[in-house]
């Protein structure tokens, strides 16, 4: 069965250092998104990207961050200058256009970002 | 702001015993409730419910929408160790880029 892969699984980062989070989508899903869950808390929607540009944000989603789709297969979020509170596991999610059961959603294994 | 509510937010029950989950949503432009099973790290899926009244079934799991109530349910009937986990709904907008807005999950614990 297709898979969205993302490395690294874990990634240890000083305060305010870049990281970069990276995820391969399924090859013909059309729509991307990144997600973060803090440790103990719910799963917030960070950002969607189709047709090689963001959809929509959200809040959290602020200058620091940002995605690229580099060469049609990886799927990046950069956090420019990372701060304690960006430790969380980010999830990376690819969509087909529609139909499907799930609606095509399907959800990488994460990366647990720690910030210290 | 969409809401995604789950109750209870943690279960501890004795393996064999059926248990209910509770999901409540308010979402905008509202298409679809989506159920996830949360172990270690991804979310895996397990129902998507988009119209009323109509139960889906997986083994021992079934869900059921009610677009009234804006409520879902997620029954478990004779659970067993493996079914311990966090169990996510997540609402999905209609229009757009279909974000999911997630509730904070119900702890599901299974004693043998």
């Known amino acids: 069965e297709p898979e969205v892969t993302q490395t690294p699984s874990h990634q240890v980062t000083q305060m305010g250092q870049e990281v970069i989070l990276r995820c391969v989508p399924i090859s013909n899903h059309l729509y991307f998104y990144w997600y973060r869950q803090i440790l103990g808390q719910k799963v917030e929607f960070l950002v969607s990207f189709y047709n090689n540009e963001i959809s929509e944000k959200s809040e959290i989603f602020d200058d620091q961050f940002s995605v690229e789709r580099p060469d049609g297969s990886n799927f990046t979020l950069k956090i420019r200058s990372t701060k304690l509170e960006d430790s969380a596991m980010y999830f990376c999610?690819?969509?087909?256009?529609?139909?499907?059961?799930?609606?095509?959603?399907?959800f990488g294994s994460g990366t647990r970002l720690t910030v210290v | 702001e969409d809401k995604v509510v789950q109750s209870p937010l943690s279960l501890v029950v004795h393996e064999g015993d059926t248990v209910t989950l509770n999901c409540s949503y308010e979402v905008t432009n509202f298409r679809s409730l989506l159920w996830y099973k949360q172990e270690k790290k991804a979310p895996t899926f397990l129902f998507m419910l988009?119209?009323?009244?109509i139960e889906k079934k997986s083994g021992r799991l079934s869900s059921i929408l009610d677009k009234k109530e804006l409520f879902s349910i997620l029954n478990i009937t004779a659970t067993q160790t493996g079914d311990s986990a966090i169990y996510l709904c997540a609402g999905l907008a209609n229009f757009g880029n279909e974000k999911l807005t997630f509730g904070t999950g119900t702890r599901l614990t299974i004693i043998p």
């Open positions: 988009t119209s009323s009244g």
């Open positions: 999610a690819s969509r087909i256009l529609n139909g499907q059961a799930n609606y095509g959603y399907t």
